[in-house]
């Protein structure tokens, strides 16, 4: 099994960035696509980015695209989740997710994720 753990969230004004980490043990993070999902309060868990094995294919929910970047660093077993131009509404907690198919492309859904963080908090004040 891996155990992800994020960090990276926080208290940010409109228009701030911030840079989400997730860190993989147990496993090689190699050996899995990685996705990064948000949920608001009362909301449902939403899609945001995902990245293949490689880091040659990555996948954004277009209302997200420009400002979101998702990235991975295998060596250090680390994905990346870079966050510019913040608004209220990315008011949310942020959780990382394992895929352990093998399969073409990057899914969307959060049923195709078998491991996840517990999260972190990011929350973007007008």
């Known amino acids: 099994q891996v155990q992800l753990a994020e960090s990276g969230g926080g208290l940010v004004q409109a228009g701030g960035s911030l840079r989400l980490s997730c860190v993989a043990s147990?496993?090689?993070?190699?050996?899995?696509?990685m996705g990064w999902f948000r949920q608001a309060p009362g909301k449902e868990r939403e899609f945001v980015a995902a990245?293949?094995?490689?880091?040659?294919?990555?996948n954004y929910a277009d209302s997200l695209k420009g400002r979101f970047t998702i990235s991975r660093d295998n060596a250090k077993n680390t994905v990346y989740l870079q966050l510019n131009s913040l608004k209220p509404e990315d008011t949310a907690v942020y959780y990382c997710?394992?895929?352990?198919?093998?399969?073409?492309?990057?899914?969307?859904?959060?049923?195709?994720?078998?491991?996840w963080g517990q999260g972190t908090q990011v929350t973007v004040s007008s």
């Open positions: 990245i293949s094995r490689s880091g040659s294919t990555t």
């Open positions: 147990g496993r090689t993070l190699s050996s899995y696509s």
């Open positions: 997710a394992a895929d352990f198919a093998l399969r073409n492309g990057v899914p969307q859904s959060p049923h195709d994720y078998d491991s």
